[in-house]
């Protein structure tokens, strides 16, 4: 009963934050697509995902391709050639795991013909292994097929690197992130806007001391809260039941969800943007899926981007998500810093700025 | 009851575009007085309303509300009255306990739910969803949050529209209590019965132009005089008392 006390744009806020948070985890869609499919998926491609169909071997730069034993490699439907890697590249590769090994082969000017250089990692110790039994068959076959001559057409020198194994989860798991951060980023946004709009929720609001800025900094603040504590749940599953790789611990942690919240402020745009041009609520899922499903396949969510053609990974290296991937994976695994993902933060403010500036344009009141 | 004028509306113009809404209108709302706007859809009452609670721009004219001008002193208008949209939706997935507190915070007041749904009878519905009430209980439930603020003023646009009989009854008592209780109320109806009922003033709108300003008394009076008469006879009851009386005045949730 004291209308001379101050009116409080920071309560204000406060309040639209708190009943928002309330509405979201009571939103089922909210938490399906924030928790549950990113575990859902979690748990489906973890455990799928180690079955080794096809070992990846690197072949090194000066590799001699036109040997028989190349061509005899290569045409084992076990044995996948990388070719369109760096030197460095591939003892990154060859350390985390993501190849088996690096092959050399050197042809010589006396006996044996051939020098094969092999060097494995024990990140990769299992595929390592497939590799090393199918590459002693050949080298059996060759050698006895060529009883008549001399007795050894190569020879084998094979090392064994130290490195940390690079699982799948370390993979999957910033894609699961990024996937909850971009759906509930664009699909909750574009449909609670679009809804308080057509249900007069946001007028009823303009007739109350409200400012406008406190709206969205409360919806938006509700949003980051939720997904935040999504994000550590999801991390918290993956690291104790799928042994997802925090290398500085809490500090990892930490480094993750500030990306999670520039990932998710960004996301929101295209959210602000969709509910501006949406005329009614079934118009928002086609419009959010446009902006959501290119991301979900060609930004490295569940395999990596350097899988595609070069073509597809043009358009890789235009999405958001792509750099929110890529950001997450370096700070978790390799314990990178946000300072040594500037690059990536760099283009993710890029999108930033351009798609408020579109949300700016778009977005309506009512 | 001082004829003490609390709204003054001069010569307020409202162009969506080419088409004009409201073209010209005036009018004085007294305080402490239920204020009746009527018309036909489309006649401009709600953008009249809309534009008095400073939720739309008016095109020319003058308004002041409590002494503030719509233009300069939008906020404080804000502060000090309290508004039922026709057709207004809640934030979703809320209670009605949770609402009350999100529009105490939206006003800066500190207020308990129960206090105010006390006020309108629905505290039982403390834990119900909105969308789970009566029409008669989600027209108390607007009138509950618009009295948050303890305003001067309260606009209600069409608050009975759909509902039965003994519902519109309740809602009337309740509007009569929050005008008794010094509270200026400005009101848009389709129903006559229930303006000449309700009402201490009434305004005529049409096409956008007010026809006519007087008490509902007067109104009639002066048809009378004029020598009309209705082609049937009056009765001393109709077919809405003979409805209440069969059914009973008590109103029936749900």
């Known amino acids: ?43 489906v491609f973890a455990n799928i995902g180690g079955s080794g169909v096809s070992v990846d071997v690197a072949v090194a730069k000066n590799c001699d391709t036109t040997s028989q034993v190349y061509s005899a490699l290569k045409k084992n439907p076990l044995v996948h050639f990388i070719t369109n890697k760096t030197t460095a590249e591939m003892a990154t590769s060859l350390s985390r795991g993501d190849i088996a090994a690096i092959i050399d082969i050197q042809k010589n000017n006396t006996q044996p013909l051939y020098t094969i250089n092999v060097q494995y990692s024990n990140a990769s110790a299992q595929k390592g292994g ?29 090392t064994t690197i130290k490195g940390r194994e690079y699982k799948y989860i370390d993979f999957l798991l910033p894609g699961m992130l990024g996937f909850s951060l971009l759906s509930s980023g664009v699909f909750g946004t574009a449909f609670v806007f679009l809804s308080l709009r057509l249900t007069l929720v946001i007028k009823r609001f303009f007739a109350t001391p409200v400012k406008k800025y406190s709206i969205v900094l409360g919806e938006a603040l509700a949003r980051l809260v939720f997904s935040l504590l999504g994000a550590v749940f999801i ?57 959501t499903m290119p991301q979900f396949l060609l930004s490295g969510t569940f395999f990596s981007v350097t899988a595609f053609p070069v073509w597809l990974q043009t358009i890789s290296k235009i999405l958001p998500l792509t750099y929110l991937n890529d950001a997450m994976r370096e700070v978790a695994f390799e314990g990178a810093g946000l300072g040594d993902v500037t690059h990536q933060l760099l283009i993710l403010g890029a999108w930033f700025i351009g798609i408020y500036a579109v949300a700016v344009k778009t977005f309506k009141w009512e | ?92 997935n809320l209670n009605l306990s949770e609402l009350i507190n999100l529009f105490c915070g939206l006003y800066g007041i500190n207020k308990t739910p129960l206090e105010m749904l006390e006020k309108v009878a629905l505290t039982d519905k403390a834990k119900a969803k909105y969308k789970d009430l009566s029409g008669g209980q989600k027209q108390r439930f607007s009138i509950a949050t618009t009295l948050i603020n303890n305003p001067r003023i309260i606009f209600l646009d069409e ?66 005089e004029g020598g009309f008469e209705r082609k049937k006879q009056v009765k001393l009851a109709n077919l809405e008392d003979v409805f209440i009386n069969m059914t009973g005045k008590e109103w029936r949730e749900g």
């Open chain 1, 235 to 291: 991390i918290l599953v993956g690291h104790y039941w799928f042994g997802f790789t925090l290398i500085h611990g809490v500090v990892t942690v930490l480094n993750m969800l500030v990306l999670a919240s520039i990932g998710l402020i960004i996301f929101m745009g295209f959210g602000f943007v969709i509910s501006g041009i949406a005329k009614n609520e079934s118009s928002v899922p086609p419009i959010s899926n446009i902006i």
């Open chain 1, 1 to 43: 009963m004291n209308p001379q006390k101050r009116y409080s744009n920071f309560n204000a806020t406060m309040a639209i934050a708190k009943a928002s948070f309330r509405s979201i985890t009571r939103s089922p869609s909210a938490v399906v697509f924030s928790l549950a499919f990113p575990l859902i998926f979690i748990v």
């Open chain 2, 1 to 92: 009851m001082a004829d003490k004028p609390i709204i003054t509306v001069k010569n307020l113009v409202k162009n969506y575009g080419d088409f004009a809404a409201v073209k010209g209108i005036s009018f004085e709302v007294y305080e402490g007085e239920i204020f009746g706007l009527l018309g036909p859809n489309g006649a401009g009452k709600t953008t009249t309303l809309e534009v008095i609670e400073t939720l739309r721009d008016k095109t020319s004219g003058e308004i002041t509300v409590d002494g503030f001008d719509i233009e300069t002193g939008a906020d404080s208008i804000k502060q000090i009255i309290g508004v039922q949209l026709q057709a207004a939706g809640y934030y979703p």
């Open chain 2, 159 to 224: 608050p009975t529209t759909g509902l039965d009989p003994q519902a519109r009854r309740n809602l009337w008592d309740l509007i009569r209590e929050i005008r008794d209780a010094g509270t200026t109320v400005v009101i848009t109806t389709h129903y006559m019965d229930e303006a000449e009922e309700l009402c201490d003033r009434v305004a005529f709108v049409d096409g956008g132009h007010i026809i006519g300003i007087d008490t509902p008394n007067n109104f009639i009076d002066k048809l009378v």
């Open chain 1, 130 to 158: 497939v590799f090393k039994s199918e590459l002693t068959n050949l080298y059996f076959r060759i050698n006895s097929s060529a009883n008549n001559g001399p007795p050894t057409v190569a020879e084998v020198h094979s």
